[in-house]
């Protein structure tokens, strides 16, 4: 084959029958009854490696036992060419016909273009697209002026316990010019995105506690600050009325939307409106007044109540007074903030407006990852955008991503420049029964990858 | 036997062990594997009335044919004298040793003047004490001049569900000139104390829902109201900093504290706040800055959120923006307050703060109950007072009680005059592990029963 390009068209059918046999295996890493499944994915994967002409490819066993990475290198390109690190993950979340399913989750089923099975957007499609771009370029006539390492990990859905101690302790063994980080979704199938800032996180619980014991709210309500009643007085005031978090200090570091921010989101804003029109489908939008909704979602930071919980809350009425409530809260930082320091803020002002009826007592996960503001300008994003705007014949637009893909913050200790790739779709139900991709987006995955590789190769754009 | 006084006295023994005989049974009302016991102990009562000397005894099945009442008369004194309905409920509360009982829970155990045991206070201590003071009465050579009804309830632990009923469909079977209610605590042991008010009740949930399902709180967070936020928002807004309900119209009908209130429970106070001090003992007392203890506990209707729930409360962290949140509410409420008309204020006040980025809906369980005041002057309630002072040596004090008797609206019905006698303390762990009584207030009670009889059928004091 003369060129990556076409090898790639040539094989699409071969390609989608071994992402198909990948999609098979149940590669579910919250499940302990199914580590051998992860681990017989990890062998296929490594084979798979070395059958496409990567000149290693390796195992490696995590301290659990379970879920293990796979490795794989080709360094034909030689000492003085770029690495380009490409990070996918294989196991997926768990799924069964009764959460929804209107096929075997498991079983692979292709219809009106779409292929549905677990794993399909989520991230098995990442895997394989890249691979598949991979060998296209080994087995071309051509071959890549970079040098090229993969990552594939095994237990991202059930929170990457390990990789990150595994990068702290082998940083040459993932070190690399450009991590492109391929998870993920893009806007519309006709429009490609770039995702170039992620919000990072910090969480806490808030518990309130009152009386001893729980107590009977007939006989001593009226007498006793109820705390729920103090927590939700507390929680209230942890906005304005404007949406803008009420906490002293918690704006303090924040990088503020500059104007290219604002230029580049406002292109997305209608994709986000629809799709928020589509899967949120509140009474209103909410939110920051001064803030257009792209940087409500990735350019501002949050204060977010995943949970509450307190007295009794089963079928009919039990007249209690709780001794306790909880919340669990997490917040979602942008670039400068320290989740330390913003969690110090946030506890500062608890303790402030606490009544002297309730006590309150904090209790922290230890979690914290900061938020991430990749270089639009550099060579690994605009090589991405001339990617997708030849894998798609669409450019893409450029957003900044609500959530955390904790990953590529260890991929900044290693890679000088870090990209995320995404080629599957935000309506691709990840997590959810009916997963699905647009079949298409597979193959122009493969090409965009391709010329990615390529243009890194070039030092272009 | 000359009286009913020295018969009592005379055979404390024997009725020591009958009332342990009765406690031995399983009168478990809310588990149906029980059921069977719960028949048994009716008729084991219906036997023992008819052997004291009652002129009738019958069990009487229940709808669902579960835990039927047991109902007695005793009608020597003649048509013309007055009658005397007493009430009392034989079913208990479930119990298991390893819910942090010392001992057997349904194996009566002496102990330093102490008797524990599942339904030793609540309330088979009062179906004995009054079934002893029958007897004691029917026994010896004096005869009441009142006639007597006894109903025992089979099912007051697992929501009454029939008794309501049955006395509406048979009023004629309870009628009585005065029904006295014998349930409940005393303040303490040397300090009898009555009851001349209880709270009503009435009850709902309030759900506030906004996106259409649980969403990735990193994805939207910033862009929508999180229902969990604003069900803290709404009821952070039902209080005001005075701990008033901030509700309008929610005092409209309260009837006022008069000075004979606050001068009844000026005494009582004491007893109250060394209670509180024991049993709620939270950082600090909590409510309407302008009334008394007692008042706040007995007077004053309330607010109360019983239960909540939002998002994830489980272990760790899940980064939801949930659908929907929900709140358990219950308010006490005070004389002359129509259950009905203070819900249409609650419901009327949250959907005016409700705003628009979320949807509000309400549950009513059609629980209402209005509440109670009885006649602190009346025949009943001022031959109860000579009563315990004769049976205890010290004069009772008078107070409100925070909770509903359901119970006491029903006999309000039937009963020209209500009064609520009880022997139990308030320390006496009713629904809990060790439940006890001081032995002395089983031998007191029997005394008070049939002084009240006595007082009752002399037509004084």
């Known amino acids: 084959m003369s060129n990556p390009y076409q090898y790639a068209k040539a094989n699409q059918e071969r390609f989608l029958d071994e992402y198909q046999e990948l999609l098979r295996i149940r590669t579910i890493s919250t499940q302990p009854q199914h580590a051998k499944d992860v681990a017989r994915a ?49 196991d997926v979340q768990p799924a069964e016909v009764a959460d929804g399913w209107d096929t075997e989750p498991f079983e692979p089923t292709l219809k009106d273009g779409r292929l549905y099975c677990r794993g399909a957007v989520d991230s098995k499609l990442h895997v394989m697209s890249n691979l598949k771009a991979v060998e296209s370029w080994l087995a071309s006539d051509v071959k890549p002026n970079v040098n090229i390492k993969m990552v594939l990990e095994g237990e991202e859905e059930s929170g990457s316990e390990n990789i990150n101690a595994f990068i702290a302790a082998h940083p040459e063994r993932l070190a690399a010019d ?67 978090v009420a906490v002293p200090g918690f704006y303090d570091d924040v990088a503020e939307v500059t104007a290219q921010d604002r230029a580049l989101l406002e292109e997305v804003e209608p994709y986000l409106q629809a799709e928020w029109d589509a899967v949120v489908s509140a009474p209103a939008l909410w939110g920051e007044r001064d803030y257009i909704l792209p940087e409500r ?6 204060l977010e109540i995943n949970g509450i919980h307190g007295g009794y809350t089963g079928a009919g009425m039990k007249t209690v007074l709780p001794a306790r409530a909880f919340a669990k809260i997490t917040c979602r930082l942008v670039p400068r903030q320290d989740p330390a320091r913003v969690l110090d803020c946030i506890v500062e002002h608890i303790k402030s407006i606490t009544p002297k009826t309730v006590q309150v007592d904090f209790q922290f996960g230890g979690m914290g990852a900061e938020a991430v503001l990749l270089d639009v300008e550099g060579l690994a994003m605009q090589s991405a955008a001339e990617a997708y705007a030849y894998a798609w014949g669409v450019e893409p637009v450029f957003e900044r991503a609500g959530g955390s893909v904790p990953i590529t ?53």
């Open 42 to 90: 990890a062998e296929w994967l490594k084979a798979m490696m070395l059958r496409i002409g990567m000149d290693r490819a390796e195992v490696i066993l995590m301290p659990a036992g379970r879920c293990p990475l796979v490795l794989g290198e080709w360094d034909g390109a030689g000492e003085g060419a770029p690495t380009i690190l490409i990070y996918c993950h294989y």
């Open 178 to 244: 450009i991590a492109m980080i391929s998870d993920g979704a893009i806007l519309a199938p006709d429009q490609p995105s770039l995702t170039y800032g992620l919000r990072g996180v910090t969480a806490f619980e808030l518990h309130v506690s009152a009386p001893v014991s729980d107590l009977h709210s007939g006989h001593w309500g009226g007498s006793v600050h109820n705390p729920i009643q103090a927590l939700c007085e507390i929680l209230a005031q942890l906005h304005d009325e404007n949406g803008a």
């Open 297 to 302: 979602l990735g350019a501002r930071p949050t």
């Open 409 to 461: 913050f260890e991929c900044m200790k290693v890679a000088k420049e870090v990209v995320i790739m995404s080629y599957g779709l935000k309506s691709g139900r990840a997590h959810g029964p009916n997963e699905n991709i647009y079949l298409q987006n597979f193959y122009n995955g493969i090409q965009a990858t391709i010329k990615f590789i390529d243009l890194v190769g070039q030092g272009r754009p």
